[in-house]
């Protein structure tokens, strides 16, 4: 079993930053792909940004690439998520996600909310 637990959302004004962080436990993590995804009010469930397990390879969505950054620290078995020039759309609940094969897990999610 994995737990995945994100922290670092909160209430921010445009333009600002936040880091998420996302603390796994429970299996072995550098070698597993990780993810970000976040879903607002009323809104599917959607991808934001993910990398490889040895960080190599980073994918994100057109919409926040160039103003997200997503890393990990193997040694810690954390998934981070650098978020900056934030936009009120940017508002969401994010989730991290471990893919271990046939298995996937969630955390339980960080608000994050961005005031115009």
């Known amino acids: 079993q994995v737990q995945l637990v994100e922290s670092g959302g909160g209430l921010v004004q445009a333009g600002g930053s936040l880091r998420l962080s996302c603390a796994a436990s429970?299996?072995?993590?550098?070698?597993?792909?990780m993810g970000w995804f976040r879903q607002a009010p009323g809104k599917e469930r959607e991808f934001v940004a993910a990398?490889?397990?040895?960080?190599?390879?980073?994918y994100y969505a057109d919409s926040v690439k160039g103003r997200f950054t997503i890393s990990r620290d193997n040694a810690k078995n954390t998934l981070y998520l650098q978020m900056n020039s934030l936009k009120p759309g940017d508002t969401a609940v994010y989730y991290c996600?471990?893919?271990?094969?046939?298995?996937?897990?969630w955390g339980q999610g960080t608000q994050v909310t961005v005031a115009s």
């Open positions: 429970g299996r072995t993590f550098s070698s597993v792909a």
């Open positions: 990398i490889s397990g040895s960080g190599g390879s980073t």
């Open positions: 996600k471990a893919d271990y094969g046939l298995d996937s897990y």
